[in-house]
């Protein structure tokens, strides 16, 4: 047999079955976007010359939910790419018992989200979570971290970047494992200070696995869902609600398929649409440098 | 450096194993309580005779995470084999194609799969959820595993042919007892994705008792807002996070060089 066939014929059961479950969804929720599918008709489709989409547009509930989604996954990814540097950075000096540090570090990202969620709820309890146990020790007042909808949403990113630090600190720990030590021996007999190492070395060689941390993180973020439902149910006043939250809601509590498939397609779409910014911006970057 | 770093990871799961320890009047009074009322067991007791109990969906969880890994195996071997041999265009649309399904937020495909899952009766079925698990882990499962075959010397499959073992015997008998390091993180992965997995297990099962564990410890947080008994509930993760903790530190070893070399390399 014509080898390149048997290759076909080897991969071909896996990009099945991914054919399945990512590209037959999104064409189907796309179609169901066009469509009315609620209560009203039984939930049967029914043809409804896009009033699903202009709805979307004059759905001041989208475009809130759309800005909070943005809001968090920048705070949060920024976030995380900071920490995260500043983690694989520890994680990479050789030590003893680097290896149990290695595993106890990545222990937040291992364990399941809802889980940790529901333990964060517990630690901003109010009044009785540790943290308002801190605040009562100096004397001050009880806060609300999830019952104030100025502020809840910086408490969602938190409990984020502590899931989800140590992922992208493991992704940027391979790169640093992938620099040669001689490297930086080499500058260090030049006389370069670490903070010197640190941008005219490790920054720009790290940039392939800094991208890809951003893109993955910018991804997962964009389609934030466990955690808020779990740890603020999208409140208080809707203030952490993200999109994908708001399409659950649509299809599991109003029962409207069609607008929660527009919703589906609408993330999708701006998802689509940051990834591919951010691809270009870090694909012409290293360009620059080289030069 | 490293201490900071351990009490951030750590704090915030140590203050969960506390609070499943206390009674709920230590836990509101603090140090005012005599010491005989302070620890209990009692937290434990009750998540564990609950109804349904707590081991039922751990149970759940374990028997979708082993068919879940068993799937995606069967599934991910023979397609990185391809992979890796293959070349030119072909090679490169796949590879690209797993990159942007690996980083795809798999929240928004529930609601499509929700309706497929109605359709082919797959509903409160534990072990059809292992068919969308296996789709998502997938590719990441390729691209390590693609990297791994990528690594063993091509002499070593063109000496098994020659002895004239065809590509099962090859694959059986020579290349995979080489990759069992990789296969072993790969697995490891997989099944930490599907303990982890919310948004389609919330979809797809509705019946109690056939519940993984994630959606029923929302399920929990869910049914009593305003009084929440919050020892039973740092009970639950607890017991909900003992499995995979003993899984890290057990393998940490193979989870950390599973992800940082299949990242150099794919």
């Not at chain 1, 993200?242 to 498939?261: C, E, I, K, T």
């Not at chain 2, 008998?173 to 790969?186: F, N």
């Amino acid at each position: 047999m014509n080898p390149s066939l048997v290759n076909v014929l080897l991969m071909a059961p896996a990009l099945v079955l991914l054919a399945i479950v990512f590209a037959w969804p999104l064409l189907d929720s796309a179609w169901l976007s066009t469509q009315a599918s609620s209560v009203l008709t039984g939930l049967a489709p029914l043809a409804n010359d896009g009033a699903n989409w202009q709805r979307l547009l004059g759905d001041a509930r989208f475009w809130q939910d759309a800005a909070s989604t943005l809001r968090f996954a920048g705070v949060s990814v920024g976030l995380e790419l900071g920490l995260g540097l500043a983690m694989a950075l520890v994680l990479h000096r050789p030590g003893r018992g680097r290896g149990w540090l290695r595993a106890l570090a990545l222990l937040p990202w291992a364990l399941p989200t809802t889980v940790l969620a529901l333990g964060w709820r517990w630690i901003y309890n109010d009044p009785y979570g540790p943290l308002n146990a801190i605040l009562k020790a100096f004397g001050m007042a009880p806060y609300g971290f999830l019952t104030t909808p100025s502020s809840t949403w910086l408490f969602t990113v938190i409990a984020d970047v502590w899931k989800t630090t140590p992922f992208v600190a493991l992704l940027l720990l391979a790169g640093l494992q992938s620099i040669p030590a001689e490297l930086e021996e080499s500058l260090v007999l030049e006389g370069a200070s670490p903070g010197q190492i640190l941008r005219r070395l490790t920054l720009p060689l790290l940039r392939p696995w800094i991208s890809l941390a951003l893109l993955f993180r910018l991804a997962q973020a964009l389609g934030v869902f466990d955690l808020v439902q779990v740890l603020s149910r999208g409140g208080p006043a809707g203030s952490t609600e993200s999109l994908a939250l708001y399409a659950y809601h649509n299809a599991m509590r109003f029962l409207d398929f069609g607008y929660s498939a527009t919703l589906v397609i609408a993330t999708f779409l701006l998802l689509v649409l940051l990834t591919a910014c951010g691809w270009l911006l870090l694909r012409r970057r290293p360009l620059e440098i080289s030069r | 450096m490293r201490s900071l770093l351990l009490l951030w990871s750590l704090a915030p799961l140590a203050w969960q194993l506390y609070t499943s320890l206390v009674t709920p009047e230590a836990l509101v009074q603090g140090t005012g309580v005599e010491a005989g009322a302070y620890w209990t067991l009692e937290n434990y007791r009750q998540v564990w005779s609950a109804e349904p109990p707590i081991w039922r969906y751990l149970l759940n969880s374990a028997v979708v995470g082993a068919a879940t890994t068993a799937l995606t195996l069967a599934l991910a071997v023979p397609c990185a084999y391809g992979l890796q041999r293959q070349g030119g265009r072909l090679r490169w649309a796949v590879t690209l194609t797993l990159l942007a399904t690996a980083i795809f937020p798999t929240v928004l495909l529930f609601l499509a799969l929700l309706q497929l899952a109605r359709a082919l009766g797959l509903a409160n079925n534990l072990l059809a959820l292992s068919l969308p698990y296996a789709a998502l882990c997938l590719p990441l499962a390729v691209l390590l595993l693609r990297a791994a075959f990528a690594d063993l010397p091509p002499e070593l499959e063109d000496a098994a042919r020659l002895e004239g073992l065809d590509l099962p015997q090859r694959l059986r008998h020579v290349l995979l007892p080489l990759l069992a390091p990789s296969l072993a993180s790969t697995a490891i992965l997989v099944f930490l994705f599907s303990w982890n997995e919310y948004p389609i297990a919330l979809t797809w099962i509705s019946r109690p008792e056939l519940l993984t564990l994630p959606p029923a410890i929302a399920r929990i947080a869910g049914s009593s807002l305003f009084t929440v008994p919050y020892g039973a509930f740092a009970a639950a993760t607890v017991l909900g996070s003992l499995p995979l903790l003993l899984i890290v530190l057990i393998f940490q070893r193979s989870i950390v060089s599973g992800l940082t070399q299949g990242a150099i390399k794919g």
